[in-house]
T-cell receptor, first 114, second 111 residues
Framework: DAKTTQPTSMDCAEGRAANLPCNHSTISGNEYVYWYRQIHSQGPQYIIHGLKNNETNEMASLIITEDRKSSTLILPHATLRDTAVYYCIVRVALGSGSARQLTFGSGTQLTVLP | NAGVTQTPKFQVLKTGQSMTLQCAQDMNHNSMYWYRQDPGMGLRLIYYSASEGTTDKGEVPNGYNVSRLNKREFSLRLESAAPSQTSVYFC??????????FGPGTRLTVL
């Protein structure tokens, strides 16, 4: 899996957009960018993933640069409940019937301030 | 649709006692996983099951056994608990897209 680099911590005002960057300069053509988060004491939660196109779901948007060497997770209207550690993970997607460890790095501690 | 459920939520054991952590998923996923997370640390894979009827060791399997009872259920057993096994245990499952979905965790303390 390609290595990722994220800032250690970020703050965001409640109601504002939170933009979390991730660098993955060694990403391969068949590797996806996944984002998970872990709210204190809870299990990690899947947020979104993408290959090369921008993606949006009910939780967030994922913007991947054209060269795919970096990406940004956007929480459009951050709330206090979005305070968590956010993990950017790059890996090849496996098909059903395969399994592999999900390796979490240090992530970014996002603190949403009232 | 409950996703991934784990029981119990909390457990305290004495050294040498045994117990089984239960995990079930209702998403019809083929693959299931057991991780542990120590305070301030990342998740480490204990065992996984790529499909019903198969299990494989992960990064830290010593002291644990697993059973893939059926497609829905994947249990983790501690035969003789040790203080070093004090941790939070997470079960996860994944399907066609390799996205892993996690349960709420079991907080285990071994005295």
């Amino acid at each position: 899996d390609a290595k990722t680099t994220q800032p250690t911590s970020m703050d965001c005002a409640e109601g504002r957009a939170a933009n979390l960057p991730c660098n993955h300069s060694t990403i391969s053509g068949n590797e996806y960018v996944y984002w998970y988060r872990q709210i204190h004491s809870q299990g990690p939660q899947y947020i979104i993933h993408g290959l090369k196109n921008n993606e949006t779901n009910e939780m967030a948007s994922l913007i991947i640069t054209e060269d795919r060497k970096s990406s940004t997770l956007i929480l459009p209207h951050a709330t206090l409940r979005d305070t968590a550690v956010y993990y950017c993970i790059v890996r090849v997607a496996l098909g059903s019937g395969s399994a592999r460890q999900l390796t979490f790095g240090s992530g970014t501690q996002l603190t949403v301030l009232p | 649709n409950a996703g991934v459920t784990q029981t119990p939520k909390f457990q305290v054991l004495k050294t040498g006692q045994s117990m089984t952590l239960q995990c079930a998923q209702d998403m019809n996923h083929n693959s299931m996983y057991w991780y542990r997370q120590d305070p301030g640390m990342g998740l480490r894979l204990i065992y996984y099951s790529a499909s019903e009827g198969t299990t494989d060791k992960g990064e830290v399997p010593n002291g644990y056994n697993v059973s893939r009872l059926n497609k829905r259920e994947f249990s983790l057993r501690l035969e003789s608990a040790a203080p070093s096994q004090t941790s939070v245990y997470f079960c996860a499952s994944s399907g066609m897209t390799d996205t892993q979905y996690f349960g709420p965790g079991t907080r285990l303390t071994v005295l």
